[in-house]
């Protein structure tokens, strides 16, 4: 499957961004998806995933009440909508898939097999 993240940007602190990441192909509901990040100089990080059915999310400490994890399956599509930002969530955010596994870790990225290309959120004090 490939991936497409898209919706960063600049955005005060406070403000609101709605991340989406487009799929290609016919299993994308079938997929286990993840959301991470990066910021400069640090590792990549788990942020929010969903379980295929979408019945299941799971979220980063530091981003629980603030983000939520979505998918659209007819659309073959996954969003993060980010709320309440801080300059601290400032990193290029990455989109993540993996077929279904069991024990599966939602919070590994060494767990994923598809990468999106990541997309830029920036976050101004």
């Known amino acids: 499957v490939q991936l497409q993240a898209s919706g960063g940007g600049l955005v005060q602190a406070g403000g609101s961004l709605r991340l989406s990441c487009a799929a290609s192909?016919?299993?994308?509901?079938?997929?286990?998806m993840g959301w991470f990040r990066q910021a400069p100089g640090k590792e990549r990080t788990f942020v929010a995933g969903i379980r295929w059915g979408g019945g299941n999310t799971y979220y980063a400490d530091s981003v629980k009440g603030r983000f939520t994890i979505s998918r659209d399956n007819a659309k073959n599509t996954v969003y993060l909508q980010m709320s309440s930002l801080k300059p601290e969530d400032a990193a290029v955010y990455y989109c993540?898939?993996?077929?279904?596994?069991?024990?599966?870790?939602?919070?590994?990225?060494?767990?994923?097999?598809?990468w999106g290309q990541g997309t830029q959120v920036t976050v101004s004090s």
């Open positions: 993540a898939a993996r077929s279904p596994t069991y024990g599966f870790n939602y919070f590994a990225s060494s767990e994923y097999d598809f």
């Open positions: 192909g016919r299993t994308f509901g079938s997929y286990n």
